[in-house]
């Protein structure tokens, strides 16, 4: 009886705040299943929406539109009817952190002379798209999409260090919407610290050939959609002339064919901060995979950049040369990780070109070894040396026994990069390899599409350890972005440091660290969403640790069943996975020592082995301080842990 009165007072709401609209005007609105959830959209000279939950304005008279360059206008004018559907179906995930997503929506189509526009109400978010009537191609001039909250809450934003490029990985500021400099561009997704614990996620999806959005404030609580217009002159340089340098652009945003969809501009809602954490709106909305993914191989990936070749104890001068990868893969095949990576320098630097490999790599030789050691070989490649004839790379290196390549320094999301990011997943899916994105912007649907499409840099990950002081409040970062960044997709963070420093420790020492505790590091591979996940440390380093080195052996990067258990964004978060019929439990937190009680219910019932791991008595002083003990506990009850400052934990529990 309340969720029923509930309901009808939200619809009540919705109907009162469309009495402003002209006679002219016509008002629809779409609901969530659960029917909190709803969207009152305006049509009339121009189209409009907004967004209340349970009752409550979120998001008031918000603007979309698209102008063509030939003076069509999307999204204004009559409209012609409307239709609604709904759809309540479960479908299967591949390497995702869950074997199968929910998908129970309903929505609304609004029809134009020239476009449809769609509305979809799920329980967690609001989502539309507009459909091209075009019958051939056309170009966009502009778009218009305003997210004009209903009061000027507090946002977190990471933004673009140079306009239009970026390597999409910088830290999150928390201000107020209206002090935002209107300068400065947003890259997606960007938070909104709401009421009542609420928080609003402004993302997008099935953005396949489409630049991607920014948002930019103007000294209020509105936030407006901004895009990269497409590339005109391009030259080859930047990082080690493998980049594309854009010289000139474009007076519009981008080339469409007759017909086309347009991405979902996503709002999402959370009324607890680790639903976001554990969301899969931008994978439902993404495309079906196109083909047979059966093949993709997710895993593990031992890696030599981070540690900068840590290895000791050998015969041999360690760098880029046959006897350095050799040890890498004898350690990958010792301990059951599926790849290793050869990153930068395997190649001839500065010439863009990956058939030629410099004189101290047989590759050849490195890659009959890994097959017969059972290790794949990922190879790294800069943008530009890919982009310049995917498919001969492609089909070169896998009949030579390649299983992917890691592509870096793309650093745009005009139409023209996000074109090469699908025309990328097509090929290298024809030839069996997978890819992981570096130098990325946001995952955006096309890892649902072609599964291949393993992970996506586009945060501030370990890597910038190797170089950054105390001033960096990684810990903090941590506990940030899982909530925002990670909510829309896959991360390549590539963590797993065993040298670890406490706040008063860190970089005293001169060889690469990570910032807080060793559980901190070993909580993070439950909590990062990575189907190719790295061991940024040495196989030295490893070595030298083989409890925790056996515990990041064992945990998959796939799973069959994810479940958010607390945290709040810039504090900690916990998070329990499932594959077959283990649990993995991880948790980490900022700066702040804290202690929690996991509620052990997801177990369902009976005994557990519970093998934890956990800060020390010490770990405040000493990164590297941690207790591994075993101990039996029931399902339903709460297990206490303690978190040392920026400290964490791991739990791996079996029946």
Sequence with gaps: MKKT????????????GTLVASAADKNVQVMSPDGKVVASITAGKNLSYSVFYDGDCLMKDSRIEMKLTDGTVYGGGKLQKFTRRSANETFKAIAYKKTEVKDHYNELTLS?????????????????????????????????????????????????????????????????????????????????DAPKGRKINIMESALYDYPGMYLQGDGTSKLHGVWAPLPKEMAQGGYNNIQEVIKSRHDYLAECKAGEKFPWRIVAISTEDIQMVNNDIVYRLSDAPKGDFSWVKPGKVAWDWWNNFYVTGVDFVVGINNDTYKHYIDFAAENNIEYIIMDDGWSTGGKADLFDVVPEINLEELLAYAKDKGVGIILWAGYYAFARDIEG???????????????????????????????AAQIAAKYHLVLDFHGAFKPHGLNRTYPNVLNYEGVYGLENMRWSGIEIDMPLNDVTFPYIRMASGVVDYTQGAMRNGSKSAYLKSRETMSQGTRCHQLGEYVIFDSPLCMLCDGPSAYRREPECLSYISRIPTVFDES?????????????????????????????????????????????????????????????????????????????????????????????
């Design 393 to 423: 790379v492609c089909k070169h290196y896998s009949a030579m026994g390649v299983k992917g390549f890691k592509v870096d320094f793309m650093n745009r999301d005009d139409q023209l990069m996000l074109e090469f990011y699908t025309k």
């Design 112 to 192: 134009f002379k020239n476009c449809d526009v769609i509305f979809r109400a799920y329980d967690d978010c609001i989502a539309y798209r507009f459909v091209s009537k075009s019958r051939k191609g056309f170009k966009v001039k502009s778009e218009t999409a305003e997210f004009n909250f209903a009061e000027d809450w507090n946002t977190w934003a990471g933004f673009s260090w140079n306009a239009f490029e970026s390597s999409f990985e910088n830290l999150y500021e928390y201000s107020a919407l209206s002090a935002i400099h209107p300068e400065k561009l947003a890259f997606l997704p960007q938070m909104i």
């Design 563 to 655: 479940v958010g258990l607390g945290g709040k964004v810039g504090e900690s978060v916990i998070m329990a996975k499932r594959s077959g019929d283990t649990w993995y439990v991880g948790g980490i937190t900022n700066w702040d020592e804290r202690d929690v009680a996991i509620d052990l219910s997801f177990l369902g019932s009976g005994s557990w082995k519970a093998e934890i791991f956990r800060d020390g008595a010490n770990a405040n002083r000493f990164g590297t301080d941690y207790k591994r003990e075993f101990k039996t506990v029931e399902a339903g009850e709460t297990l206490n842990i303690h978190m040392a400052a920026g400290g964490g934990f791991a739990i791996v529990l079996t029946k």
């Design 5 to 16: 009165l509930k309901i009808i007072v939200t619809a009540a709401i919705v109907m009162i």
